[in-house]
Nanobody, 123 residues
Framework: VQLQASGGGLVQAGGSLRLSCAASGRTFSSYAMGWFRQALGKEREFVAA????????YYADSVKGRFTISRDSAKNTVYLQMNSLKPEDTAVYYC?????????????????WGQGTLVTVSS
């Protein structure tokens, strides 16, 4: 199983970015997917998750109303649309494939991880 995250970059505060995560080697549509992030010197934290069908989503309080997770099963891809970005959103963002069908927010609920993509938000 391979997860390839892309779309990170440098953006000013208030700007937007869309992250993509292309999956291969697994029946992608059968599992929930998630995004996590890790800032320098901090632990990896949950950002957003989406169920296997895309019908259920869940967000961390810190990004609720600003970020949107979605998936395109035909393309085996999950997205994270990030709007109204803040400097505190600066981190390496990781996509992950869950061992479950419903959304999950703990790192141990995910058994495959992408390599991460860096998002830097300048003030």
């Amino acid at each position: 199983v391979q997860l390839q995250a892309s779309g990170g970059g440098l953006v000013q505060a208030g700007g937007s970015l869309r992250l993509s995560c292309a999956a291969s080697g697994r029946t992608f549509s059968s599992y929930a997917m998630g995004w996590f992030r890790q800032a320098l010197g901090k632990e990896r934290e949950f950002v957003a998750a989406i169920s296997w069908s895309g019908g259920s989503t869940y967000y961390a309080d810190s990004v609720k109303g600003r970020f949107t997770i979605s998936r395109d099963s035909a393309k085996n891809t999950v997205y994270l649309q990030m709007n109204s970005l803040k400097p505190e959103d600066t981190a390496v963002y990781y996509c992950a494939s869950s061992r479950f069908t419903g959304w999950a927010r703990q790192t141990y609920d995910y058994d495959y991880w992408g390599q991460g993509t860096l998002v830097t938000v300048s003030s």
